[in-house]
T-cell receptor, first 114, second 117 residues
């Protein structure tokens, strides 16, 4: 069974540009969440999608957005990149939306903003 | 709001030593508690979980008991191995005020564990 796939694995972007990251969840999983991981702030929740609807959103500026497609694949977009957006972005998928279900994480996309 | 506090790291141990990583939480609703592990260059993997008070989660020799009275979920292992070297995250997922369950995980800051031969 394939795991959670995130593409690309590494990205280097210039300040002011925008970027789109992709996440393919495990087959049959309907919930996809995104997290930002930095040395200073740790793991912070960005948003969760379930059956193409955003169910929950973290405390990030509007430059961070996402969407989920009918096949459960998800994308997140960051516009007008800032140096502080440099981070590891992790995607997690769950079979359902319950608090009890295990989240399976991808290997992440390492974004560097220069 | 919800929060998770882990003991300060890093933790350095010799092989076969006893491990404890403390974790306490603050949460509304009915939280489920998790320990995730992250190996270098990898995403997070679920190590164990507990979904209600007094539940004990266990996996690969690691254990943690959901203590509602002390709002704690400490991770323990009786004899660590070099291969256990990684970053360990305590996390919770809970319901909102209306009882709706969400998949959002709130993480502690992580504890770096290094085990020497």
């Amino acid at each position: 069974k394939a795991g959670v796939t995130q593409t690309p694995r590494y990205l280097i972007k210039t300040r002011g540009q925008q970027v789109t990251l992709s996440c393919s969840p495990i087959s049959g999983h309907r919930s996809v969440s995104w997290y930002q991981q930095t040395p200073g702030q740790g793991l912070q929740f960005l948003f969760e999608y379930f059956s193409e609807t955003q169910r929950n959103k973290g405390n990030f500026p509007g430059r961070f957005s996402g969407r989920q497609f009918s096949n459960s694949r998800s994308e997140m977009n960051v516009s007008t990149l800032e140096l502080g957006d440099s981070a590891l972005y992790l995607c997690a998928s769950r079979v359902g939306g319950s608090r009890n279900t295990e989240a399976f994480f991808g290997q992440g996309t390492r974004l560097t903003v220069v | 709001g919800n929060s998770v506090t882990q003991m300060e790291g890093p933790v350095t141990l010799s092989e076969e030593a006893f491990l404890t990583i403390n974790c306490t939480y603050t949460a509304t609703g009915y939280p489920s508690l998790f320990w995730y592990v992250q190996y270098p260059g990898e995403g997070l993997q679920l190590l164990l979980k507990a979904t209600k008070a007094d539940d004990k989660g266990s996996n690969k020799g690691f254990e943690a008991t959901y203590r509602k009275e002390t709002t704690s979920f400490h991770l323990e292992k009786g004899s660590v191995q070099v291969s256990d070297s990684a970053v360990y995250f305590c996390a919770l997922s809970t319901t909102n005020a209306g009882g709706t369950s969400y998949g959002k995980l709130t993480f502690g800051q992580g504890t770096i564990l290094t085990v020497h031969p």
